[in-house]
């Protein structure tokens, strides 16, 4: 059973490039999570998804980023226009969510984004 | 509003020693979980153990334990006799029972294992 995968591991971009990172859940899990990470901080909650429906965005979520997850297995998570500000620790998390239990949610290795 | 506060920042310990986190919540919510994961220098978040509100009973899991106390709103997190691969970023967190099920997370405890 593989765990969370997130590609790629390590994005180094210039102020105003397009980045897009990938991630592929555990594959029975119909719910899918973006966090963001910076240095000292516990992650934040950026967006979520079940199956391929985008149920709720966060206000963390400016318009130069867009998530989507076609066909309900992996999901990409693009930033037009890299700000500095951008920086951070991109993480994906999975879980199944049942009628009558929450899922715990598994997390990937992250994507780690240096904008210059 | 939910909201985790982890208020030790780097706690350090002598190999073989038990370290205790801290961890209080807030939430409106009468029904929601608990948890602690771990992020080793590798970045990775590890999921560690998972508690629902209306369970109060504290267990043991290997080295770990944990005490669940609803009433004073604390969910903290004992490491027994502590070992080197024990370093990393230890986290809370508390998720409600229903919607998105979203993750509010502390900021962490700093956990350094000296050998």
């Known amino acids: 059973d593989t765990g969370v995968s997130q590609n790629p591991r390590h994005k180094i971009t210039k102020r105003g490039q397009n980045v897009t990172f990938r991630c592929d859940p555990i594959?029975?899990?119909?719910?899918l999570y973006w966090y963001r990470q910076t240095l000292g901080q516990g992650p934040e909650f950026l967006t979520y998804?079940?199956?391929?429906?985008?149920?709720?965005k966060s206000r963390l979520l400016s318009d130069r980023f867009s998530a989507e997850r076609p066909k309900g297995s992996f999901s990409t998570l693009e930033i037009q226009r890299t700000e500095q500000g951008d920086s951070a620790m991109y993480l994906c998390?999975?879980?199944?969510?049942?009628?009558?239990?929450?899922?715990?949610?598994?997390f990937g290795p992250g994507t780690r984004l240096l904008v210059l | 509003a939910q909201k985790v506060t982890q208020a030790q920042t780097e706690i350090s310990v002598v190999e073989k020693e038990d370290v205790t986190l801290d961890c209080v919540y807030e939430?409106?919510?009468?029904?929601?979980?608990l948890f602690w994961y771990k992020q080793p220098p590798s970045g990775e978040l590890v999921f560690l153990i998972r508690?629902?509100?209306?369970?109060?009973q504290n267990e043991i899991s290997g080295r770990y334990s944990w005490n669940f106390q609803k009433s004073t709103s604390s969910f903290n997190f004992t490491i027994t006799a502590s070992q080197v691969v024990d370093s990393a970023v230890y986290f809370c967190?508390?998720?409600?029972?229903?919607?998105?099920?979203?993750?509010?997370f502390g900021k962490g405890n700093q956990v350094v294992v000296i050998p």
């Open positions: 939430t409106r919510d009468t029904t929601y979980y």
């Open positions: 998804f079940q199956n391929e429906a985008q149920l709720e």
């Open positions: 998390a999975s879980s199944f969510l049942a009628a009558s239990t929450v899922g715990t949610q598994y």
């Open positions: 967190a508390l998720s409600d029972d229903y919607g998105n099920n979203r993750l509010a």
């Open positions: 508690r629902n509100s209306f369970d109060e």
């Open positions: 594959s029975e899990h119909n719910r």
